[in-house]
T-cell receptor, first 113, second 115 residues
Framework: ETGVTQTPRHLVMGMTNKKSLKCEQH?????MYWYKQSAKKPLELMFV???????ENNSVPSRFSPECPNSSHLFLHLHTLQPEDSALYLC????????????FGPGTRLTVT | AQSVTQPDIHITVSEGASLELRCNYS??????LFWYVQSPGQGLQLLLK??????LVQGIKGFEAEFKRSQSSFNLRKPSVHWSDAAEYFC?????????????FGRGTSLIVHP
């Protein structure tokens, strides 16, 4: 596989469920990102990891818990979500410390019922 | 803090017509500027970027953008639009943060192409 992959592509979960989103990049990058994309709103940066260390958390509720076990994998653990958390969740990667662009995965469409 | 304004929510053009999508940014230092495109059901793909040098930047798929510091603008252009260009277009300005350049995105402009 090439580029940035995300699984699952679609997820429906109840408010009491626990699920995880997975992102994997095959580009040799060392920075990874989670974004939330809701209709009619700009992309919201959620978390940033550089060399497996979290360097940014944009006041994201604790019901979202990121995990970055290595530079190629990024997870977003979800629990006790709210309907307003329904959105497209995008993962991206880039070279850390440089001015390179981000490479995005196709996203996970999350619906919270 | 940096910000990006894309004043047009929707743009409708006929196939073969020229296109210009507007982007204005606010950033105190030299900006790093990007245009991304998002097709339905897909992630964002970089069209072009500006860091320094020539203010007219060429990108993929026949797109170009011009950086105008005096107007704080980075408008995207294409001389002849194809039906496959219908998508959402995002302008972004990058600022250094925690070892990377984190882009701030605009709200996006939806391009509709009529046959």
């Amino acid at each position: 596989e090439t580029g940035v992959t995300q699984t699952p592509r679609h997820l429906v979960m109840g408010m009491t469920n626990k699920k995880s989103l997975k992102c994997e990049q095959h580009l040799g990058h060392n920075a990874m990102y989670w974004y939330k994309q809701s209709a009619k709103k700009p992309l919201e940066l959620m978390f940033v990891y550089n060399f497996k260390e979290q360097t940014e958390n944009n006041s994201v509720p604790s019901r979202f818990s990121p995990e970055c076990p290595n530079s190629s994998h990024l997870f977003l653990h979800l629990h006790t979500l709210q309907p307003e958390d329904s959105a497209l969740y995008l993962c991206a990667s880039s070279q850390a410390g440089g001015r390179d662009e981000q490479y995005f995965g196709p996203g996970t469409r999350l619906t919270v019922t | 803090a940096q910000s990006v304004t894309q004043p047009d929510i929707h743009i409708t053009v006929s196939e073969g017509a020229s296109l210009e999508l507007r982007c204005n940014y606010s950033y105190g230092a030299t900006p790093y500027l990007f245009w991304y495109v998002q097709s339905p059901g897909q992630g964002l793909q970089l069209l072009l970027k500006y860091f320094s040098g020539d203010t007219l930047v060429q990108g993929i798929k026949g797109f170009e953008a011009e950086f105008k510091r005096s107007q704080s603008s980075f408008n995207l252009r294409k001389p002849s639009v194809h039906w496959s260009d219908a998508a959402e277009y995002f302008c972004a300005v990058g600022a250094p943060s925690g070892g990377s350049y984190i882009p701030t995105f605009g709200r996006g402009t939806s391009l509709i192409v009529h046959p």
